[in-house]
């Protein structure tokens, strides 16, 4: 394929991306770069309405943390500047002036309640009104007026948007690279709006005016624009344009099978969808994202990236640049596919084992902070991690861990305390605190054969464990017991057997 490979990310400034947003300007970045070609970020501002003032900042960061930079656009500059939408309206203006001129578009006049009329009358024939070919002549646009009547139109300041005219009976065929070869009627469809009454394009015109004077090749973004490529395509015919290739991205369904992941249901969803926090304006809320959760840029951008295409090889972690030398159009889903936040804490703990460092400067800092630091060698800290490094999945989980190896229970787990609240319980604990005094190797292996036969090994074990971690959680008891040794291990256990008799 050639060099000039040309694809663009172009988001609304409507709120923050979440994760379809962002795998779709992951999939442009990865196409990009496989054929080394350009990412260009379009910011696409035309509806006013719903405009969010921290929208840009937050793509420019997520697009940052992810390191899935723009080559060229907002934020970067770039030859065909300006890159927002909202900048280019002498652009979209001079090229709708082409359209009309050509006939391919036409002044409407009608107002909201005009229409709502139209819409009223067809409901109660049981059909549903639409503005097409079959109705256009009948209502109030340039195609009913003469020359004269719609200068007078347009001298008397009337409220109008432009429409696209689209001509019926031709059979429209159409090719996406991902879902193949589509056929639409003409006959089917409605002339869409271009220019809106305020005198601002559509997202229809401007997309398709900005694709071509950008150059790009290739347009990848969501299924949910497959019913707007009938129109584009008319669109790049009719101003006699070349036609870019197309790829509709699959959707990335919830997995208890209500819809697509969105904006709109963030709070019924039990996991995040956004990749960095998102201060909500309004109330300062602040809705955590996966950077803040813990996750390495690394593995989100590996699970995003395997969200809907398959690299056609078995294993499942990559870098970046073997997903970019691995991306294929062709290998992407036609079907939605289901996100699974367990499959996201996989990735995660598969990079965890890569990020040793920042486990022991976390553990490091928790150390510090509780004054104790300096209580611990190096190499005992290292044991630590390699010990407990295959229970967690994030770095901050290591202190929850690990914490039994360097401070003493404050307090024991209160259910498990009441049942064990007998003289015999303090017996029991007494005789299994001189067996351990006379070890002299103390290591797991010695202590687990010690204890293997013992017909109370369950009791006995539960007992140690509270003593040790002061909750029945934690790795191998006797592992614990070796690394903390001997005079901490039997001090721990003397202060459990003081709390029991405290309660007795």
């Known amino acids: 394929m050639s060099h000039l490979v040309r694809v663009r990310f172009a988001p609304s400034p409507t709120g923050p991306l979440h994760l379809g947003g962002l795998r779709t300007a992951l999939y442009n970045y990865l196409f990009a770069k ?10 696409e ?49 001079y090229y709708i002036n082409k359209l009309l001129k050509k006939g391919k578009a036409y002044y ?5 309640y005009d229409l709502n009329i139209k819409r009223k ?30 200068h007078n139109k347009l001298q ?44 601002m394009a559509t997202y229809h015109l401007a997309n398709t005016i900005d694709d071509h004077i950008m150059k790009i090749t290739h347009v990848l973004r969501g299924e949910e624009w497959l019913p707007s490529m009938s129109l584009h395509i008319l669109l790049y015919k009719a101003f006699g344009w070349s036609i870019p290739n197309f790829a509709h991205l699959p959707l990335i369904l919830r997995k208890d099978g209500k819809g697509k992941i969105s904006k709109r249901n963030v709070d019924s969803l039990d996991f995040p969808i ?53 991306f294929s159009l062709e290998r992407i889903k036609k079907s939605g596919v289901f996100f699974d936040i367990k499959k996201a804490n996989w990735f995660n703990k598969k990079y965890l084992n890569k990020k040793q460092e920042e486990i022991f400067s976390f553990l490091c800092k928790e150390l510090k902070k509780r004054s104790i630091l300096h209580k611990y060698k190096e190499d005992y800290l290292w044991k630590v991690i390699h010990i407990i490094i295959d229970r967690i999945h994030f770095v901050h989980e290591v202190w929850n861990h690990s914490f039994y190896f360097f401070i003493p229970p404050n307090s024991f787990e209160k259910n ?22 006379n070890v002299n190797v103390f290591t797991s292996v010695n202590l687990k054969f010690l204890f ?10 539960q007992l140690f464990r509270l003593a040790l971690v002061g909750v029945l959680k934690g790795v191998d008891i006797f592992i614990i017991f070796e690394m903390l040794g001997k005079k901490e291990s039997i001090q721990r256990i003397e202060k459990l057997i003081k709390e029991i008799k405290k309660k007795i």
């Open 274 to 326: 956004f990749p960095i926090q998102w201060k909500v304006p309004d109330t300062g809320i602040i809705i955590p994202g996966y950077r803040e959760l813990g996750y390495f840029t690394e593995s989100f951008v590996n699970m995003l990236a395997l969200l809907g295409w398959n690299p056609g090889v078995k294993k499942e972690i990559f870098s970046l640049q073997e997903l970019i030398h691995l």
């Open 34 to 43: 496989k054929h080394r070609g350009t990412f260009i970020l379009r910011i």
């Open 416 to 437: 498990f305390l009441k049942k064990i609240i007998h003289k015999n319980i303090i017996d029991r604990l007494e005789n299994e605190k001189i067996v351990i005094s």
């Open 45 to 93: 501002d035309t509806d006013k309405k719903r405009f969010v003032s921290n929208s840009e900042s937050y793509i420019l960061e997520t697009l940052k943390w992810c390191r899935i930079e723009p080559d060229e656009g907002v934020g970067y500059g770039g030859p065909y500047s300006p890159y927002y939408q909202s900048k280019r309206g002498n652009i979209y203006h």
């Open 108 to 112: 409407a006049f009608d107002t909201d």
């Open 121 to 150: 009358e067809y409901k109660k024939r049981g059909l549903t009104f639409s503005y097409n070919y079959r109705n256009r002549i009948e209502l109030n646009n340039s195609l009913t007026m003469t020359k004269e009547e719609l």
């Open 156 to 199: 008397s300041c009337s409220s109008y948007v432009i429409r696209f005219r689209v001509e019926p009976g031709e059979i429209l065929k159409m090719h996406d690279i991902i879902r193949g070869n589509i056929i639409v009627y003409t006959n089917e469809l409605d002339d869409k709006i271009l220019l809106k009454s305020n005198g």
């Open 452 to 461: 293997q036969n013992n017909k109370k090994r369950k009791i006995i074990m």
